[in-house]
T-cell receptor, first 108, second 116 residues
Framework: GIQVEQSPPDLILQEGANSTLRCNFS?????LQWFHQNPWGQLINLFY???GTKQNGRLSATTVATERYSLLYISSSQTTDSGVYFC??????????FGAGTILRVKS | KAGVTQTPRYLIKTRGQQVTLSCSPI?????VSWYQQTPGQGLQFLFE???????NKGNFPGRFSGRQFSNSRSEMNVSTLELGDSALYLC???????????????FGPGTRLTVL
């Protein structure tokens, strides 16, 4: 099956800083999602981005499927951005394969 | 539209017992998938149900089972609980119809199961 690797595993930022989270996958994928897991455990959808670039406020994402990676950009970070960020690629059907996540801590 | 709901939110069981978790998908969604999240293994796919049929299955023992009802609500059951079954169980729904198509999945808040 496909492997999904995320980097960095941990990231500490000062409020207002920008960051880039990376997701590499081992095989070509047709679909990819980014999630933010809140402190209560719920996965919040950030982007559904099989290819190309999307933006939503301070967040944007780019997937280059041919080179097997996706990037999540967070600009002007806020303390509420803290949490765990996951990317997940579709292996087949509706089966998502998740990366191990990036733990983001934004300090005020 | 209401989101995906899961009940109960928290459960404490003892080894050897069985447990049933429930998931109600977003209205109109017919696909429901289940995932287990543990600190050691991360998020892992359990199974997917579509139109009351299990469509895909992950690599979990037969103690883990599920079903889906005609209103698309789904339940998962874990029998003969082990300490290692302590985890956050998440379900996701999507409007995917065909097996070769994919639509964005949306997750519920999860059920946190503790096995003592």
């Amino acid at each position: 099956g496909i492997q999904v690797e995320q980097s960095p595993p941990d990231l500490i930022l000062q409020e207002g800083a920008n960051s880039t989270l990376r997701c590499n996958f081992s095989d070509s994928v047709n679909n990819l999602q980014w999630f933010h897991q809140n402190p209560w455990g719920q996965l919040i959808n950030l982007f559904y981005i099989p290819s190309g670039t999307k933006q939503n406020g301070r967040l944007s994402a780019t997937t280059v499927a041919t080179e097997r990676y996706s990037l999540l950009y967070i600009s002007s970070s806020q303390t509420t951005d803290s949490g765990v960020y996951f990317c997940a690629a579709v292996e087949y059907g509706n089966k998502l394969v998740f990366g191990a996540g990036t733990i983001l801590r934004v300090k005020s | 539209k209401a989101g995906v709901t899961q009940t109960p939110r928290y459960l404490i069981k003892t080894r050897g017992q069985q447990v049933t978790l429930s998931c109600s998908p977003i209205s109109g969604h017919r696909s429901v998938s289940w995932y287990q999240q543990t600190p050691g293994q991360g998020l892992q796919f359990l199974f997917e149900y579509f139109s009351e049929t299990q469509r895909n299955k992950g690599n979990f023992p037969g103690r883990f089972s599920g079903r889906q009802f005609s209103n698309s609500r789904s339940e998962m059951n874990v029998s003969t609980l082990e300490l290692g079954d302590s985890a956050l169980y998440l379900c996701a729904s999507s409007s995917t119809s065909g097996s070769s198509s994919y639509n964005e999945q949306f997750f519920g808040p999860g059920t946190r199961l503790t096995v003592l």
